[in-house]
């Protein structure tokens, strides 16, 4: 059935089994006026199985949740007070759609706390942190759900946090709760962590940073090493060969013979110079080999 088919239907003209139905279609519908006038003919004819109030209770829940509050006063005039299964709520409900200007500041307030934005870099907004102190002495259950949040809502305020996790412990006492209880105490602990984590992660990458720049500088003094010690193979090897040439040459005459020693004896010792030369080089680079190594040992301890 059709909502406006449904609207022309007079409850009193139904039968026992339709009259529910008919609520039920109602309700789907969003009809809540015809929905009640449904449910009091259905509370006149009980049937067999006898009504029960709470489709009242149900229906009233429904009406406030979409603001109707005519049709909620009717349904409540109806009805007592005691047939409902947990009156507070529905008098707050009431109280929240009767006297909307009670909550306008607290809504501003928690407005402006979910506006708040870290990664665009907006200053921490303090109104959750507020709300948990005004409502500290008048209604402490309340103080606690604002600190509470505020924790949650702003896990990197150290000193915040540990203010309102007393105030928290503070509140629980004066409600005769165990101070120690409160589920925030977990996440508390999980923040203390986790912030202890991080600042460990960050020394190990300050650590990390440092071990590789200085792996990457031993790699380039190392490489010039290896350069330079490319260079004073080539000159020696050059300088072998100019020797050899030179002592298979014959010699003329004493004098040349005298002169062509001369000659041989300081090419002999470049030699030896650049022999020396080379193994200075060569431990040298062994040396940083082994620093290297080291370098990356410590390096691979850190990055576990």
């Not at 942190?129 to 259950?141: D, G, K, N, Q, T």
């Not at 006492?173 to 996440?187: N, R, T, Y």
């Not at 030369?277 to 620093?291: D, L, P, R, S």
Request: aromatic share 6%.
């Amino acid at each position: 059935m059709r909502a406006y088919e449904l609207k022309k239907l007079d409850p009193t003209q139904l039968g026992e089994d339709q009259i529910f139905a008919g609520y039920r279609t109602a309700l789907t519908y969003g009809l809540r006026e015809l929905a009640f006038q449904m449910l009091l003919e259905c509370e006149k004819r009980p049937g067999k199985e006898g009504f029960d109030p709470g489709h009242f209770e149900d229906l009233i829940r429904n009406v406030l949740e979409a603001g109707e509050i005519e049709l909620a006063r009717n349904i409540r005039d109806h009805c007592d007070d005691n047939a409902w299964s947990d009156p507070h709520s529905i008098q707050f409900s009431f109280d929240l759609l009767e006297n909307p200007q009670r909550y306008e500041l607290l809504e501003q307030e928690c407005r402006q706390s979910l506006a708040w934005n870290k990664d665009a870099g907006m200053v921490a907004d303090e109104s959750l942190v507020s709300l948990a102190y005004h409502f500290e002495r008048r209604y402490p259950a309340m103080a606690v759900m604002f600190a509470r949040a505020a924790i949650a809502s702003y896990p990197d305020n150290a000193l915040d946090n540990s203010l309102l996790l007393d105030l928290i412990r503070g509140l629980r006492s004066d409600l005769d709760l165990d101070l120690w209880e409160d589920p925030v105490e977990e996440l508390f602990d999980w923040i203390e962590d986790r912030t202890r984590l991080e600042k460990k992660t960050q020394t190990e990458n300050v650590e990390i940073k440092r071990l590789s720049e200085k792996l990457e500088d031993a790699r380039t003094d190392l490489n010039e090493k290896r350069q330079s010690l490319s260079g004073m193979v080539q000159e020696l090897r050059q300088s072998e060969k100019k020797l050899e040439k030179a002592q298979h040459l014959g010699a003329q005459n004493a004098q040349a013979s005298q002169g062509h020693y001369s000659e041989s004896h300081g090419k002999d010792e470049t030699l030896q110079r650049l022999r020396r030369q080379v193994g200075n080089q060569q431990a040298e680079i062994g040396e940083q080999q082994k620093q290297r190594a080291e370098l990356r040992k410590q390096l691979a301890i850190e990055r576990r």
